[in-house]
């Protein structure tokens, strides 16, 4: 099963973070690695993915050919980010 099948089979599921998150805009890392966050959506379709404008990612998104976008629930608002499966755990 590939990293994209497992974040849809556990949609409504929880994702720990075992890396920061790297903000868009300049916020830069968000400082907080362990992050539990609810999955909402996971896709590798561009069109969804460039309409959603995503909110960050993980450091090996940049160098990861299988990295996916998911829609997570962080702090109570919903966010495209772009993740390995190496940089999160699956709970």
Not at 17 to 32: A, M, P, V
Not at 69 to 86: C, F, H, M, Q, Y
């Amino acid at each position: 099963m590939s990293f994209l099948q497992q974040l849809q089979a556990h949609h409504g599921g929880l994702i720990r973070f075992k890396t920061q998150i790297c903000w868009y805009g300049g916020r830069g890392l968000d400082g907080k690695p362990g992050r539990v966050c609810l999955i909402l959506d996971a896709t590798r379709d561009l069109t969804v993915i460039r309409s959603a404008r995503t909110a960050g990612y993980t450091e090996s998104a940049n160098y990861t050919p299988n990295a996916t976008t998911v829609k997570l629930l962080i702090d109570g608002v919903p966010r495209w980010i772009w993740l390995a499966d190496e940089d999160v755990e699956i709970l």
